[in-house]
Nanobody, 129 residues
Framework: QVQLVESGGFSVQAGWSLRLSCVAS???????????LKWFRQAPGKERGGVAV???????NYAESVKGRFTVTRDNANLYLFLQMNSLKAEDTAMYYC????????????????????WGQGTQVTVSS
């Protein structure tokens, strides 16, 4: 059974940095390297939305609100997905989720959360101003 587990969420002050991690288990390497991987977040009272996506060619795309502050990377050898978050703001406060969709490669790796079949349980990030 494929699982994703996020970690790294903390309560921090505005302006600080955090690095979120998402590790996969039960996931064949050959499938992971061809997976579309994405970070989502959901703030209290708001819908879940996309933050950053990375495809098998290591092409990335970001929500406008995090461009220039967040960086998404992947470590295929160890089945990891990361989100480096710098210059955190209060509005970044949310539960952060990683998601994966095997076989969704190249330009087909786009944002809509409905296409992602595998989800983690989330890690909470709280930023106080």
């Amino acid at each position: 059974q494929v699982q994703l587990v996020e970690s790294g969420g903390f309560s921090v002050q505005a302006g600080w940095s955090l690095r979120l991690s998402c590790v996969a288990s039960g996931y064949a390497y050959s499938s992971y390297v061809r997976s579309c991987l994405k970070w989502f977040r959901q703030a209290p009272g708001k819908e879940r939305g996309g933050v950053a996506v990375i495809n098998n060619d290591v092409m990335t795309n970001y929500a406008e609100s995090v461009k220039g502050r967040f960086t998404v990377t992947r470590d295929n050898a160890n089945l990891y997905l990361f989100l480096q978050m710098n210059s955190l703001k209060a509005e970044d406060t949310a539960m952060y989720y990683c998601a994966a969709q095997p076989g969704l490669t190249g330009s087909h790796c786009i944002g809509n959360q409905s296409i992602f079949a595998i989800w983690g349980q989330g890690t909470q990030v709280t930023v106080s101003s």
